[in-house]
């Protein structure tokens, strides 16, 4: 088994290896020996490991609530996060108890939201079963919910106390879904590992991923550990992302994370060397890592609609916007601009400008 340890305002664990669903019971007592636990799950994940999970928490010694959520974005949101802390009332949880979110990137976000604000914060186990939550949204303390206004717009930072990976749950994903997670882990490459970046340039194989999972979840904690709340290095995993969330924003949140990051990273990349901002014109190999994901590379938006859209985004701080630009694969830096100045960064990005 694989072990990642982030060290942050809680130290935890991210523990890596096919089948640990079935052993969940036993690695959750350890940390969280005699409790009542609530299994926060949606139904497609329910179907195929609900009962997998609660059986090992019975085993285990624990008498698992359960409550199942639609799947999709459209559930996160506020009146998600009201049903899950209404259900967690009603189950009487204590601030001894436990919340488990088994899922993909929603099921975390919203349940770790729940967990954060009931009773001012109740521990909280993940347990990631897309690749997207595996390497990315899991780890690291950022739940949220999204407004009518924007995507994760309302959050809190709440670290998990465990973080449970059963690689082989990544087995069963839709092509699209898998692919949409290889999005953050080719960014991971781009930031600050060139021999991950080609590890994912040469197309991965589904089934031995445990050491691409271990890679990213270091890369994350480190950049975690040295800025949990967002005011600095962190700001490196938004790689991709501000044109990204503009991306999703643009087609009415239809284009998935991943994709919308991926064209995002392609945009950026773009501008960066247009605009003499990098050392090495990233996008050739960009390009052919995100194909070798089958992921998509062109933007069908024009500069214009992303720079509206990206304007809306939280990482803009009044008048100027934190871009994360490539110098080179594997080594990329924070840049800030005037917000007026977007548009033609986007352009140059299109290819427009
Ligand atoms: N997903 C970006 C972060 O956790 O900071």
Do not use: W
């Amino acid at each position: 088994m694989k072990k990642v340890t982030v060290q942050a305002s809680k130290t935890y664990d991210i523990l890596i290896e096919r089948g640990l669903l079935a052993k969940c019971g036993g690695l959750i007592a350890q940390v969280h020996p005699r409790c009542r636990v609530a299994v926060i799950t949606d139904e497609n994940v329910d179907k195929l490991y609900g009962d997998r999970v609660c059986n090992s928490l019975e085993n285990a010694g624990f008498s698992p609530c359960r409550m199942v959520i639609p799947p999709g974005e459209r559930s996160k949101s506020l009146a998600m996060l009201a049903k899950i802390l209404d259900f967690l009332a009603q189950q009487n949880l204590t601030k001894a108890d436990l919340v488990v979110a088994l899922g993909g990137g929603v099921v975390g976000d919203v349940a770790g939201f729940a967990a954060s604000v009931y009773l001012r914060e109740i521990p909280l186990v993940q347990l990631p079963t897309t690749l997207l939550a595996a390497i990315d949204s899991s780890v690291g303390g950022k739940t949220a919910v999204d407004l009518p206004a924007g995507k994760n717009l309302a959050g809190t930072f709440c670290q998990p106390t465990l973080v449970v990976c059963d690689s082989a749950a990544l087995d069963t994903l839709p092509d699209p879904v898998f692919a949409d997670g290889t999005a953050e882990g080719i960014k991971y490459g781009m930031l600050v590992d060139e021999e991950l970046f080609h590890t994912f340039r040469a197309g991965l194989n589904r089934r031995d991923l445990d050491d691409v999972i271990a890679r990213c979840v270091q890369i994350k904690a480190d950049l975690v550990h040295q800025d949990e709340h967002d005011t600095g290095s962190r700001q490196l995993l938004n790689l991709g992302h501000t044109v990204g969330h503009a991306i999703e924003r643009c087609s009415g949140y239809a284009t998935p994370h991943g994709h919308a990051v991926a064209m995002g990273m392609v945009v950026v990349a773009r501008a960066a060397y247009a605009l003499g901002l990098s050392h090495q014109n990233c996008t050739p190999a960009l390009l052919e890592a995100l194909d070798a994901c089958h992921l998509p590379t062109a933007c069908p938006y024009d500069g214009e609609q992303l720079a509206q859209a990206a304007l809306q985004d939280k990482k803009r701080r009044g008048s100027q916007i934190t871009l994360v630009v490539p110098n080179s694969i594997g080594y990329c830096y924070r840049h800030t601009i005037p917000v007026e100045e977007l548009r033609s960064f986007i352009g140059a990005g299109l290819g427009a400008e």
